[in-house]
Structures are given as structure tokens and as C-alpha cells.
């Protein structure tokens, strides 16, 4: 089974606008890891967050993890044409990534 | 620094023939994984290298796929024979450690058709 669900499936905004997307999992983890795919950058890993920790940022990347509802949320703010693309989340224990969320951003 | 290299890039072949893919990792990452990624889904994990030795191919199908890493640095990729359903992206990923603590950085892949 699917470890790593994204939602929603696809998402489009305007470009300075935030971007959203949640991931649930299923059992429990030692940290969750959210990555980003286009077709100029192949696969590139975005940010760790272990489960003792509530909250993390990386420049306009923040990500949230509940593990008492089993769930974690990306933030993108101020969106850019170029963080158009695949987001994916996956947990350590299995590394199973769900089908991703495809975010456009419109200049 | 040189990120993860992977050959071919494409490879068209006929269902039943043989096809091997070839991963070189960044310099000094122990832990190396292979991971099919069909259209239209996220990557699945096919097996995990540390060093030299298997730590996890749980869903690698091993009456047609195998895997080996010599010496602990590149690996190979085999599918014997194929099938249609492996159409697909085959990415090559390593990482200094164990997936539990370190970030992965992935290669380009393998854009594998089978007619």
C-alpha cells in the first residue's frame, strides 16, 4: 500500500500566491521527507522533518507534521512560475511515495 | 560536486528481451537505492544497497529484476526478460546513510519503453 498520500492531486495558482498540499500516511515513522520533480531537475529533495518535530522551514518552504493525525503540509509562499511541478512526499521507515500533487504556478 | 550518474538515458527494447541499467553514485554516499517511477505515479522503491550489501528489496520482483553493487560504489539494474508493464523511469538515488537520517539525491534516470 501507499505510504505517502498527497492531496490535492493538482493545484493551480497565480504566481506570489501560497501553495498548500497535505500528506497523509498510514503507520508510524522517524521522519517524513518531501521532494519536488520537474522535467529540468529530475527528483530533488526538499526538506527532512523528524517526528519529534512540529514544524520546519527552508526558505519559502515550510512543513508542518502532526503525528497524531498521521499527517504533514507543505507551504509554499510567495509561488514562483518555476516552483511549478511534482510534490511528493514519502516516510523513512518504507520510502513509498504516493502519486504526488502537481502544482502549477501561472506567471 | 558530480551528482548521481546513470546510463543509458533512453532504452527502447522488444518484451522478452534483456535490458541492464548502470548507476554511479556521488563520491562517498554509502547507501544506494533503484527506483521505478511509472507515468503518472511516484517513485516505488525497488531495492537498497549499503555499501555492498542488500538492505531492503522488498518489492523488487526477483523473477525478473536483479541488482548488484561490486565493491560498494556503482550498481547495475538488470530486467530479464521484460515485460510491457515495465515500461517506465528507472532513477538511481544515494545518500550518505541510511534513508532514515539523510536527504537522497537522485540521477536523471533511465526512460525505459518496451514494445
Known amino acids: 500500500s501507499q505510504q505517502g498520500e498527497e492531496d490535492p492531486q493538482a493545484l493551480s495558482i497565480q504566481e506570489g500566491e501560497n501553495a498548500t498540499m497535505n500528506c497523509s500516511y498510514k503507520?508510524?515513522?522517524?521522519?517524513l521527507q518531501w521532494y519536488r520533480q520537474n522535467s529540468g531537475r529530475g527528483l530533488v529533495h526538499l526538506i527532512l522533518?523528524?517526528?519529534?518535530?512540529r514544524e520546519k522551514h527552508s526558505g519559502r518552504l515550510r512543513v508542518t507534521l502532526d503525528t497524531s493525525k498521521k499527517s504533514s503540509s507543505l507551504l509554499i509562499t510567495a509561488s514562483r512560475a518555476a516552483d511549478t511541478a511534482s510534490y511528493f512526499c514519502?516516510?523513512?521507515?518504507?520510502?513509498?511515495f504516493g502519486a504526488g500533487t502537481r502544482l502549477t504556478v501561472k506567471p | 560536486e558530480a551528482g548521481v550518474a546513470q546510463s543509458p538515458r533512453y532504452k527502447i527494447i522488444e518484451k522478452r528481451q534483456s535490458v541492464a541499467f548502470w548507476c554511479n553514485p556521488i563520491?562517498?554516499?554509502?547507501?544506494l537505492y533503484w527506483y521505478q517511477q511509472i507515468l503518472g505515479q511516484g517513485p516505488k522503491l525497488l531495492i537498497q544497497f549499503q555499501n555492498n550489501g542488500v538492505v531492503d528489496d522488498s518489492q523488487l520482483p526477483k523473477d525478473r529484476f536483479s541488482a548488484e553493487r561490486l565493491k560498494g560504489v556503482d550498481s547495475t539494474l538488470k530486467i530479464q526478460p521484460a515485460k510491457l508493464e515495465d515500461s517506465a523511469v528507472y532513477l538511481c538515488a544515494s545518500s550518505l546513510g541510511d534513508r532514515s537520517s539523510y536527504e537522497q539525491y537522485f540521477g536523471p534516470g533511465t526512460r525505459l519503453t518496451v514494445t
Open positions: 514519502a516516510t523513512s521507515l518504507e520510502m513509498r
Open positions: 563520491s562517498g554516499h554509502a547507501t
Open positions: 503507520t508510524s515513522i522517524n521522519n
Open positions: 522533518i523528524r517526528s519529534n518535530e
